[in-house]
Every structure is written in C-alpha cells, then in structure tokens.
C-alpha cells in the first residue's frame, strides 16, 4: 500500500479521488521509499514568473493550474487589483483606464471587471495586485490565469480605488549576453519618449540603419531641421527625446503663408494651445474704436513650453486638424499681473 499512502496525503476534500494527472500512484519504484512526502508534479509557466513555493510543497490537487494542472499560460499578460475572492478558486479583478472624450478634450474614469481562475497556491485578499497570463477557456467566462499576486494594502473598499496599470511581458533571463554593439541601432532609438500604445519614431531615421551598428554615443539618432524665415531651431528640438510629426522642427510640416503674434490665453491641451489676438475696429456711426478680438488655436510642439501670458508667433502650415491651421515657431515669455484674457496688447 506504500504507492497509495504517496498520494493519500493529497487534500480529499471532494466526492471523486483527488489525484494529479502527471503521477502514476501505482509505481513499483515508490514501494520502497520511506519518505513522507508525497509524490508530486510541479513545472514553471516560464515567461520570467517563479512558481511558488505552495505548489512545490503544498497537497492540493487542481488541474486548472499553471503550475500543478495542465493548463500553460500563452497570450496577453494583464494585471489588475483583486475586488473580490468570495468564489471558490475564481477571483474578480478591476483594470481601471483613461477613456478620451473627444467633445469635452477631456479624459474620464472607466474600468472593467474580469473573472480569474486563482490556484490554491496563491493567498489572495481584496485589495492585491494580480498578475494574470491568458490560456485556454477554462469556462464560460473564465480565460486567464493567475501566475504572481503582489501583496497591497488599502484603505476603504477595493471598488473605490483608482489605480493604472501599465502590464508588461517579463522578458526571461538570458543564457548568453548578446553582443552590445549588434543591439546599437535599437539602443539609438529606445531613448525617445514612449507614452503612447503605439512605438513613437521618427519617419526620417532609418533606426535598423548598418552605419550605426559602431557607435557607441548615447544619444539618440535624432532628425531637426530648421523652418527658415529667420527663426532659430529650439535646443529642445535637437537634442530632446520627443516624437511629435507635426512639429514644424522634427515631424513632417512645414511652415507656409501667414505669419501671426498673439497672447497665449490657454495652455490645457495637450499640444494644443489657444491665443488670443487683439484688434482695434472702427465705428463709422459713433466715429471711434472699440476694442475686439479673434481666439485661434495654434499646435505647440513640445521644444516649447508655455504658459498664460507669453507672446506666441505662429506660422500657417497645412490643417492639422478641423481647426489647428498654425504652428508656433516661436515663444518670448512674458510676465502679466491677472488674467490673460484681461490683457489688451495690439500686435
């Protein structure tokens, strides 16, 4: 009875016999073995995520985990805090995200809710941050797997917490270093600003390019140029690290036309800001002037920063939008006491 007493001390908590597939109880090389242990199947899932200890050591028996089952994790990699582990081996997890309203130019709070298969390995309370790999249905509703819980805690409920998750793939650790220089061309481009879901780079440089494969600098391959008229490239521009294609400086615009100054009367977009220029129109009927103005929306690059206040010349390009038609070329700061649309400067 020795093969049976190896599997015995499994957790029999159900109607049917609690056994892992992977171990066949009925060997002839465990008869003569002694060891109170028993006999038990474990594997890692890979991707960089250790297998934890309870599936090395524990005695339960679950088929659906990574670890222990026979499920293997392949697929998007997500995470999320847990708001709920009433359910028996199945937790609840809340991805919260920034949804752009493009009528109010504004972003507004939304979340969704996933249900994860949770193995017995892993304790988990409400408030813990989950690491969940997608694999096969495991039911109806049910497609990931947790493979790393972070432990966190909170204060109040776990619904009213608001926190981004930005998930990445771990990549696994390497047997061999490669080569520094043969990852030069990407290591030229990886320093540029990514914050958006798509990779940012800029259309003129060529970042799989042989001929720097022997640098070694580190700064990145970087394209400026300047738009002429007179107007000097920012130092921003030339050795700063953001991707913006309707840059008149580093993207694909360029500046033709009009040439307009005004007073930046708003600066809450994002690369967009709102100036104000004023004029002075003739009355015929009372033989005076009274005070007007005109708002305008002008794309702002990045190599510059502004605020309320400065004196903004803009240059007319091709319609970047609706009702962007201009582009600052050029910002001088300029200090005002009260608001900027209290101001009256003829330009």
């Known amino acids: 009875m020795a093969p049976v007493a190896f599997h015995a001390q499994q957790d029999q908590t159900e109607k049917a016999f609690q056994k892992q597939d992977a171990v066949f109880i009925g ?3 465990l008869l003569g073995k002694k060891s109170k242990k028993a006999c038990r199947y474990w594997r890692g899932v890979g991707l960089g995520f250790a297998t934890p200890k309870e599936a090395k050591e524990g005695n339960f028996v679950d088929k659906k985990c990574p670890f222990t089952g026979n499920v293997s994790i392949r697929g998007k990699i997500i995470k999320g805090m847990c708001i709920s582990a009433k359910m028996r081996r199945t937790i609840v997890i809340r991805r919260n995200y920034l949804h752009y309203v493009k009528k109010f130019q504004r972003f507004e709070k939304r979340h969704s809710n996933l249900s994860v298969h949770c193995s017995p390995a892993f304790e988990v309370k409400e408030g813990d941050i989950i690491t969940a790999g997608q694999c096969r249905p495991l039911s109806k509703t049910v497609k990931f797997n947790v493979v790393k819980v972070d432990k966190n805690q909170i204060f109040g409920t776990a619904r009213k917490q608001f926190r981004l998750f930005c998930a990445q793939r771990p990549l ?41 494969l022997g640098k070694k600098s580190k700064k990145a391959c970087r394209y400026w140029r300047g738009v002429g008229l007179g107007f000097a490239t920012p130092k921003e521009a030339k050795e700063g690290n953001f991707v913006d ?8 615009v360029s500046i033709r036309g009009k040439i307009i100054k005004g007073m930046c009367i708003s600066a809450k977009m994002r690369r967009t800001i709102v100036i104000r220029r004023n004029y002075l129109h003739y009355v015929k009927k009372f033989q005076r002037f009274e005070k007007r103005h005109s708002n305008l929306s002008v794309h702002c690059s990045p190599a510059f920063e502004v605020k309320e206040g400065d004196i903004i010349t803009a240059g007319q390009c ?3 939008s609706k009702t962007v038609k201009f582009n600052v070329v050029k910002v001088d700061k300029n200090q005002i006491f009260g608001t900027a649309r209290k101001q009256f400067r003829l330009f």
């Open 27 to 29: 060997s002839k090389r």
């Open 172 to 212: 696994p650790i390497p047997l061999s270093i490669p080569n520094s220089d043969a990852m030069a061309p990407v290591a030229f481009h990886a320093q540029q600003d990514q914050t958006e879901k798509a990779f940012q780079k800029q259309d003129a440089v060529f970042i799989g390019s042989k001929r720097l």
């Open 245 to 252: 294609k309707k840059c008149p400086f580093t993207g694909n």
């Open 318 to 320: 091709r319609p970047l």
